[in-house]
């Protein structure tokens, strides 16, 4: 202040005409070279500190270009310039003895200066904001990176979340600095969040069971799952809804709330399935020697692994025959391929037990005709002459 003082009194000191003009072009001179020369040179010395402090971890790699925007610094030595000509234009007001015109301005500025500082303050924040999404972003990648704990969904979802929290907390940051309260905000909130959550119950809940799938980690994209009757290739998986796609090309779109409810079975999980079919033999057949045949034949099988070894039990007593399961397994299953490899096994098997004279029957019935309906009649001979029919008469296939 007495630096000020002396500085006005000296100022106003200047009587004589050649005195205040060439006061006043000193003080045009100097606040030209320190404008034009000056200011560039300190915001530029500034801005690379300032990025070599925050910047300079080898974690954090941030190229040239992305960081000039964060810190403006053409804004900053335009405000550098102004301020310089103000302080000039009123120190010129007070040489030629305008220091009550000087002293209004003085306390107009003043004035906007709180103004001023809840602006730059704001600027401050939003600035500071979006380069800590961008740090976060980058933190963020590194981390999946280097970690298998995070895929690709999850890693957009988890920057999502943490870019609203930051993008909140400045709002109520930047609210704060203006002095708008925050109790009436968070009051009319609460209303508002009553009746969204009363008129969108199932999209939040299908918002919080996609939070759930997403830790819980029960399929990923290209899984081949089955979700209650629905069975599919997973095509995307959203905070709101799950994407398949069947066997028929159709796209099926499931709420993460049912999903999260229902059972989910994943076929692709192990990388490897197992297959069965069901085969029936004549009950005159050697089923020991059908099973070694039926073995020896799935080990030939396209697409079916040697690794478990297939296997063939006999699984029940029929009508008609005795059933052997035959089981085997496939990697990297598929709808497809799962088709593929059970036709293949059901004609394979179907050829070598004809080749070993190995039947496989056919249900069979027995027709009884009852002697007081009159029976019936079976065509005879190339004529087709009818056989009157006898009482009690039995006919069955194959006799």
């Not at 200011?39 to 925050?54: E, G, I, W």
Request: with cysteine; glycine share 8%; net charge negative.
């Amino acid at each position: 202040m007495n630096y000020a003082r002396q500085l006005q009194a000296f100022l106003s000191g200047l009587v004589t005409t050649e005195a205040r003009v060439a006061a006043t072009v000193v003080l045009t001179l100097a606040a030209v070279v320190t404008a034009i020369v000056l200011a560039p040179r300190v915001v530029t010395a500034a801005h690379r500190t300032v990025k070599y402090l925050v910047f300079s971890h080898e974690r954090v790699p941030v190229d040239p270009p992305e960081f000039d925007w964060k810190l403006p610094v053409t804004a900053l030595v335009r405000t550098f310039q102004l301020a310089v000509f103000i302080a000039t234009g009123l120190a010129v007001l007070v040489v030629w003895g305008f220091v009550d015109l000087a002293l209004a301005a003085v306390t107009v500025m003043a004035s906007w200066i709180p103004l001023l500082v809840r602006g730059l303050l704001t600027i401050g924040v939003v600035g500071g904001t979006l380069a800590g999404i961008d740090m976060l972003d980058t933190a963020i990648e590194q981390y999946a990176e280097e970690s298998d704990q995070l895929n690709q969904h999850q890693q957009g979802i988890v920057f999502r979340v943490l870019q609203v929290a930051v993008l909140l907390g400045a709002g109520i940051a930047a609210l704060s600095v203006w002095g708008i309260g925050l109790g009436n905000l968070l009051v009319g909130a609460g209303f508002l969040g009553i009746v969204v959550g009363t008129a969108a119950r199932s999209t939040i809940g299908s918002l919080i069971a996609g939070f759930v799938l997403m830790f819980a980690r029960p399929f990923e994209i290209g899984d081949w799952v089955e979700i209650n009757d629905d069975e599919g290739i997973i095509t995307d998986i959203t905070i709101i809804n799950t994407r398949m796609r069947n066997a028929d090309g159709e796209e099926v779109v499931i709420p993460n709330d049912n999903v999260a409810n229902a059972t989910v079975t994943n076929r692709t999980s192990l990388e490897r399935l197992r297959l069965s079919v069901d085969v029936g033999v004549d009950y005159d057949a050697d089923v020991e020697r059908a099973e070694a045949i039926i073995e020896e034949v799935l080990g030939d099988v396209k697409h079916v692994l040697s690794n478990p070894t297939p296997q063939v039990v006999p699984k029940s007593l029929g009508d008609s025959a005795v059933v052997l399961e035959c089981r085997f397994w496939i990697d990297h299953p598929s709808a497809a391929k799962r088709a593929m490899t059970t036709a293949a096994v059901v004609r394979e098997v179907k050829q070598a037990l004809e080749e070993n004279g190995v039947k496989i029957p056919f249900p069979q019935r027995e027709l009884t005709g009852r002697g007081e309906s009159g029976g019936f009649q079976v065509a005879q001979g190339e004529a087709g002459a009818a056989r009157p029919p006898a009482e009690g008469i039995e006919q069955s296939n194959g006799q």
